[in-house]
């Protein structure tokens, strides 16, 4: 339980917890759906382009061959906390999923940075939906996002073999 | 450039970028700067409460070792799209780092789950500080958020010997 003074803090918070796009993500997936399970198996180049103002913030990135690329999944409306996914037709807990659906519906995917024309990232292996609102950008940076002896519970062994 | 129908879609959804927490982290990091610069050298352990109401979408999540806990920077005022960071005295576009000084204040770290129960979450290697609002928990999955191959910018050879 949190206590008085983390509750205080949580309720000021929580008026100022609101999100401006800092640019939107123009893909090859047209709609909720098409976008593909996991966008690492995708060939498909989306581009992303960050708002004009914001263009200062892209200088270095790159240099990154990775980023993670973190969006709002705007196409997402409720969820339910035991979800079932492409994967079985097991319940799972939500958070123990990466489905669109959840009460703050944030996105993130680990894309391939192919290049920067200014404010325009050329990236693959994005699944976002066309015209999905981006938050925020972040190198991608193995020494830090990387994690060695991963269990992976019950997605063990079923990436790659979803159904349809 | 956004054409019209993008420029309105988002505009529609700018209305809607709220979130509320789904819980809150406990860790032995105080205040700003008491934090590691990465958390994954760090072994303190930190107790993230996911609120009772969201304990049900946790089932299973003890299945993987690791897990993506998102959260928000609330501590956190204002940006500059040029930063200098510990690692070294160049100034760096803002999404080039990991600041946590963001438009969208989002913070992100693949954190070891050493233990789960009811609605707590014991990890190791997460660097918020006490009271961040806590806005997504995601499972850790090798195949989908590692990434080989990779060019780490100006950030190579430099993590692990951060100035203070």
């Given amino acids: 339980m949190p ?7 949580l309720m000021e918070e929580q008026h100022s917890l609101e999100l401006l796009p800092i640019g939107i993500i123009h893909s090859p997936f047209r709609a909720t759906g098409k976008a593909p399970y996991q966008g690492h198996k995708s060939e498909e180049i989306s581009r992303i382009e960050v708002f004009k103002e914001f263009q200062e913030g892209l200088k270095d990135i790159e240099g990154f061959s990775r ?3 973190i969006f709002w999944f705007h196409k997402s409306q409720g969820y339910h906390l035991s979800v079932k996914t492409p994967w079985d037709d097991i319940l799972h ?9 959840r009460p703050c519906p944030i996105g993130l995917t680990v894309a391939e940075l192919i290049a920067r024309e ?4 050329k990236v693959k292996g994005l699944d976002a939906i066309d015209g999905t609102p981006l938050l925020d950008i972040k190198p991608y940076v193995p020494l830090i996002d990387e994690r060695s002896v991963v269990k992976s519970g019950w997605l063990e062994g079923k990436l790659g073999a979803e159904r349809r």
Wanted: no cysteine; glycine share 4%.
């Fill in 118 to 121: 200014k404010n325009i990232l």
């Fill in 67 to 69: 980023i993670i690329v």
């Fill in 93 to 101: 807990g939500l958070f123990a999923t990466r489905s669109p659906h």
């Fill in 3 to 9: 206590n008085e003074q983390d509750l205080s803090n």
